[in-house]
């Protein structure tokens, strides 16, 4: 189990939880008078929240990781017509363990798997945000 990604993962349900997906209440001038002209997709906002709304920048990234993670799921599943593929899996482990915090014999349903493979799962998920994250960042950093 990668800690870090754990620790990540579980601010990342908690905020969500207490936060939901609120909007920061930004402006379209102050982004246009920041970046001097229109800002770049997907760059997170130089505007502090107000009175705590909404999810801090590290929980964010992870909702976009999951959320990318999801996509490709839905993609893949789409185009098999079979069993959920493995990210589709993964989300759905993601939903359960850290945002609605199910006991772990629902967990096991929502991962389609027994105990013996349920941790081998958990590191796939842990290793397939870190991935994600790693491509986020990547692409902030153009």
Request: net charge positive; glycine share 10%; with cysteine.
């Amino acid at each position: 189990m990668n800690e870090k990604i754990e620790g990540l993962l579980v601010d990342w349900g908690e905020q969500r939880r207490r936060r939901g997906l609120m909007g920061t209440g930004v402006s379209p001038l102050a982004g246009l008078i920041e970046w001097c002209g229109a800002p770049p997709r997907g760059e997170p906002s130089s505007v502090i929240l107000t009175g705590g709304a909404g999810m801090g920048y590290a929980a964010s990234q992870v909702d976009g990781a999951l959320a990318a993670m999801e996509r490709r799921g839905a993609l893949l599943d789409e185009q098999s017509n079979a069993s959920p593929c493995l990210d589709s899996l993964l989300v759905q482990l993601a939903y359960a363990r850290y945002l609605r915090q199910k006991p772990l014999s629902e967990q096991l349903v929502a991962a389609r798997c027994g105990k013996s493979v349920y941790y081998e799962r958990l590191d796939a998920l842990h290793a397939a945000v870190e991935r994600e994250l790693k491509v986020r960042l990547k692409r902030s950093a153009w």
